[in-house]
């Protein structure tokens, strides 16, 4: 299936950057780690590792592979793959872009904090201190106001669609945040005390490994790498015919895989480096503290210590959050505006608008009642919504969808792909061993 005048990625590489874009975000630099200091270090680093491998990889080809054959928005796409199946191909990417869109509505959040810490001791550097003071401290009209902010962003680099917006952007801004943080990583390790750290990240201590532990760092495999909420689907529709897929999906896994490494590499350290300079980082109950009370509390706390490199540092810091949360949040809006502009018929520039703003409206319902919804929306579409829909889309492309079919859209990145190790065990793998592993994963933790 191709459809002659369907946008596309312009190069290879840019369908890389932008697709690795999607997946390296908050869930690398800030949930990772945080998951992995709170969950013994090196015992979470392995297993994630190992969910990445034996899971979210073989279903990233899958996704990618339907998303490519159907070169449509996903749901046409799932139809295209399961053509007598039509309600469940529709049902899923509802589904999908729901869960997408409620993704986004939290994330354009938490993205608001960052812009607010980006921009905070700026202020306060020019003697704007109480201006500073209501970035960094927690209001709704802050929430609402940085929320927004980060939704406008968003929206207008979607609303130029494919080559000119996505790729453009994500293409400039992923090697920036390379960049940049290799250079904090080498930093921090110099401080004192970062050491404790590096042992916690990279010793394992096998008393910490649980059931519990596994789910965990399955979720964040499925959030890092996007998967199960039609975001690589719609990526792959606009990848070009001569990609080959599972080198192509490899790539976007180790790239996200290493920022998370990195991000580890980072954030550990530098919180036992913080420790050094008299930081709390341990609550009362002797637990380590939450995610954002790590992130936003410590972090800070620990640039200000630098003295006037602190400023340098922190800027730079939360200006790649903000750049990494960015070239996330485009590829998932890019979700429900390719549905609804195609299914619709109607212009991408309008309908840019009008879909952002509805999800900013949820934002805002969030935002007002932030103790009750926040966790659950979080919850509900990353601990669920992403594993459950990641498995249906392996089930659709490993019983549903002809075989011939899939073998011949692979073929096409790859004449010898029939050959190789990977179509001897990918077919049967994701038939038959990925829903197994993902039940196994799932039900553990209930017989403990
Ligand atoms: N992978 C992104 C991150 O790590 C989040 C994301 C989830 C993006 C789902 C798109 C779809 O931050």
């Not at 697709?19 to 969950?39: C, D, K, M, R």
């Not at 009209?141 to 080559?163: D, Q, Y």
Request: some cysteine; glycine content about 10%.
């Amino acid at each position: 299936m191709a459809s002659g005048n369907r946008a596309q990625f312009s190069s290879r590489l840019g369908f890389i950057l932008a697709a690795a874009g999607s997946a390296v975000g908050l869930g690398n630099i800030w949930g990772f780690p945080t998951q992995a200091a709170s969950n013994g270090g090196a015992v979470f680093l392995l297993t994630y590792l190992a969910m990445v491998f034996i899971l979210a990889y073989p279903l990233l080809v899958a996704e990618l592979t339907i998303g490519r054959y159907g070169a449509s928005n996903p749901i046409r796409s799932l139809i295209s793959v399961a053509p007598k199946q039509k309600a469940l191909g529709s049902a899923v990417g509802i589904a999908g872009m729901l869960g997408v869109s409620g993704i986004l509505s939290f994330y354009a959040i938490v993205a608001g904090w960052f812009f607010g810490f980006l921009v905070g001791p700026l202020l306060s550097a020019v003697g704007m201190d109480a201006a500073a003071a209501w970035l960094e401290g927690f209001s709704i009209e802050r929430n609402l106001v940085l929320m927004l902010l980060f939704m406008v962003l968003t929206i207008l680099v979607v609303r130029n669609g494919v080559a000119d917006g996505i790729e453009k952007w994500s293409s400039r801004l992923m090697p920036v945040l390379f960049v940049l943080f290799i250079l904090m990583v080498i930093y921090t390790l110099f401080q004192p005390g970062a050491v404790d750290g590096l042992k916690m990240y990279l010793v394992p201590d096998t008393s910490h490994f649980s059931p519990d532990l596994m789910v965990s760092a399955m979720g964040q495999a499925f959030f890092s790498l996007s998967i199960g909420v039609c975001t690589m689907m719609v990526y792959g529709s606009y990848l070009r015919k001569d990609a080959d897929l599972p080198k192509t999906a490899a790539q976007v896994a180790l790239l996200d895989t290493g920022v998370a490494f990195v991000a580890g590499l980072l954030i550990l350290p530098a919180m036992f480096a913080a420790q050094h300079n008299g930081v709390q980082i341990y609550n009362e109950a002797g637990g380590l503290l939450d995610g954002d009370t790590l992130v936003f509390s410590v972090l800070p706390a620990m640039f200000d210590t630098m003295g006037s490199a602190g400023l340098i540092v922190g800027v730079a810091f939360f200006a790649l959050m903000v750049i990494a949360a960015l070239t996330s949040s485009i590829s998932m809006l890019e979700v429900p505006v390719s549905c609804a502009s195609e299914e619709l018929n109607k212009d991408r520039k309008t309908v840019v608008w009008w879909i952002g703003g509805a999800i900013a409206l949820f934002s805002t319902v969030i935002i007002f009642n932030f103790g009750s919804l926040f966790g659950l929306v979080i919850s509900i579409t990353t601990e669920y919504m992403q594993p459950i829909l990641g498995l249906i889309m392996a089930l659709i492309a490993g019983w549903i969808w002809k075989r011939n079919q899939v073998l011949e859209e692979l073929r096409q990145g790859n004449p010898e792909i029939s050959e190789s190790l990977f179509w001897k065990v990918w077919p049967t793998y994701v038939r038959v061993v990925c829903p197994i592993l993902m039940a196994l994963v799932f039900l553990w933790p209930l017989f403990k």
